[in-house]
């Protein structure tokens, strides 16, 4: 069973940066970033594999954010630049048995709790 528990989120003015933290329990897998605004659908930010060695990202922010992940201290990372107000939602951590995995969240086994960005303009 693998826990998940994200952090970093807040208020930001556009422009500006945040990282998100997701502190796994566990063994590690593929992780990925979701996220979900209000009315909307949730939708894939970005994905990392378990050696940290293949990445892949949503269009809407590649360029932007950055995911990064530290095995040794079983936590993954999400470094959000140049944030626009599009990007306020909740931001979700997920965890698949795998050592990569793709863009769908059907894809991932485990989920945190979520945290929540919003981007004021």
């Known amino acids: 069973q693998v826990q998940l528990v994200e952090s970093g989120g807040g208020l930001v003015q556009a422009g500006g940066s945040l990282r998100l933290s997701c502190a796994a329990s566990?063994?590690?897998?593929?992780m990925a970033w979701f996220r979900q605004a209000p009315g909307k659908e949730r939708e894939f930010v970005a994905v990392?594999?378990?050696?940290?060695?293949?990445?892949y990202y949503a269009d809407s922010v590649n360029g932007r954010f950055t995911i990064s992940r530290d095995n040794a201290k079983n936590t993954v990372y999400l470094q959000m630049n140049s944030l626009k107000p599009e990007d306020t939602a909740v931001y979700y951590c997920?965890?698949?048995?795998?050592?990569?995995?793709?863009?769908?969240?059907?894809?991932?086994?485990?989920w945190g709790q979520g945290t929540q960005v919003t981007v004021s303009s």
């Open positions: 997920a965890a698949a048995p795998r050592y990569y995995s793709g863009s769908y969240d059907y894809e991932y086994d485990y």
């Open positions: 566990g063994r590690t897998y593929a």
């Open positions: 990392i594999s378990w050696s940290g060695g293949s990445t």
